[in-house]
């Protein structure tokens, strides 16, 4: 295999230049991974928004104490992570009525006995009801009120270990799945921007009928295609930062994690993405399908490979096959970053997205190079006359 930097060099200083030109073309790799941001967050239910969410608090406590009013104070505290809890006192029936009638999303009662339990070390109970309108809405009113009763348990209960609480985690930090969306779908947005990228560098050389020049020149072809390559690497990064910009200013706080370890994982996805995308406009030379092809194939690994959806929907034997595939270990390892702020498994995605990285670095330029030397619309003719035959 021959390559020559310089050439390289030449070939990716030449797709920018194009890229500059092309402010349309330019304007959907930006385009795109906005328009789904936006469109994920106006469906995830409306209430993450305004001065916050409407939440009915039933305090059945006939003799507030220290505990009730510290929990009462807690649940009243200003939250930076949305969606921010605003509590209205009312008693039961009020709050039955509003909640069936749907203008209550959230219930949470203070039950009598709370006081005389926690202040007696035995065991009580903060009762939540939640209008299940949908999976995600639920889970994420839920969650605020998880991270309040870690907070009161930190402040007030650290040493009183007998006491639990009906809750499925205790966590100092616990978001909600739109803190920290800005960041997954930027990841969205490299996988869309490098296969895209990528594959318009090839298609608008079959387009322009350049390639046959390009060809028959004395460059290293190897060479012209990492280029190419590496342009679709750089074209990925332009919409992360408007992304998360925009994150930054809707939900009003950072998730855990560090931008080094964000940009070592996304960098190799990039580069797996962009070999991809240089086989994609290789093989189907026309800028019409390498849109939809990125957008569909980086939105299909967002929800599946990311977890946003249960990988039963798509069947038990591509679940297994997900497992090996690097996308998945890039979200494992930043999504657990972005919640917990754990880098446990970080070496092991490392390897794996890396490997595949190195080897379609090294095959993706090979592979187009033969494809591109297959006229296939001449294919497509001989075999129509075949069966005209």
């Known amino acids: 295999m021959n390559l020559s930097l310089r050439v390289v060099r030449a070939s990716f200083t030449k797709e920018m230049r194009v890229w500059k030109r092309n402010k349309r073309k330019l304007s959907l790799v930006v385009l795109l991974p906005v328009m789904f941001f936006a469109a994920f967050t106006l469906l995830m239910g409306g209430v993450y928004y305004g001065a916050g969410v409407e939440v009915a608090l039933v305090v059945e406590e006939q003799n507030p104490g220290v505990y009730t009013n510290a929990f009462i104070e807690i649940l009243e505290e200003y939250d930076p992570i949305p969606p921010r809890l605003v509590p209205i006192v009312m008693d039961a029936d009020t709050a039955s009525r509003l909640f069936d009638n749907g203008g209550i999303l959230l219930v949470i009662t203070i039950p009598s006995g709370f006081e005389h339990a926690i202040s007696n070390n035995e065991s009580t109970s903060i009762h939540i009801q939640v209008a299940n309108i949908h999976e995600d809405l639920t889970k994420n009113l839920r969650m605020p009120v998880i991270r309040k009763l870690d907070i009161f348990y930190q402040r007030y209960l650290s040493q009183d270990t007998k006491v639990t609480f009906e809750v499925e985690n205790l966590r100092s930090f616990t978001p909600p799945r739109l803190a920290y969306m800005a960041w997954t779908i930027s ?88 070999g ?46 997900n497992e090996y595939l690097p996308i998945s270990n890039v979200y494992r390892s930043l999504i657990r970053m972005f919640v917990e702020g754990s880098y446990g498994t970080i070496i092991v995605d490392l390897t794996v997205i890396g490997s595949f990285a190195l080897v379609f670095t090294l095959l993706s330029p090979f592979i187009a190079d033969r494809v591109a030397r297959i006229d296939f619309s001449q294919k497509l003719e001989q075999i129509k006359q075949r069966r005209r035959q």
């Not at 390559?229 to 809707?250: D, E, K, N, Q, T």
């Not at 069947?315 to 297994?320: K, M």
């Open 187 to 274: 990841i969205y947005a490299i996988m869309v921007g490098s296969i895209f990228g990528a594959g318009s560098a090839m298609t608008q050389e079959f387009e322009q009928e350049t390639w046959d020049e390009l060809n028959l020149s004395n460059q290293s072809p190897h060479s012209v295609f990492l280029g190419k390559m590496l342009s679709g690497v750089a074209i990925s990064y332009i919409a992360p930062p408007i992304i998360i910009g925009l994150g930054f200013i809707l939900f009003g706080g950072w998730p855990k994690g560090d931008i080094l370890s964000f940009m070592i994982l996304t960098l190799l996805l990039a580069l797996f993405c962009s």
């Open 276 to 321: 991809i995308g240089l086989i994609l406009g290789t093989v189907f030379r026309n800028s019409v399908f390498i849109v939809p092809l990125a957008a569909l194939s980086g939105i299909f690994y967002w929800i599946v490979g990311g977890g946003i959806a249960p990988l039963e929907l798509v069947g038990v034997t591509f679940g297994a096959f």
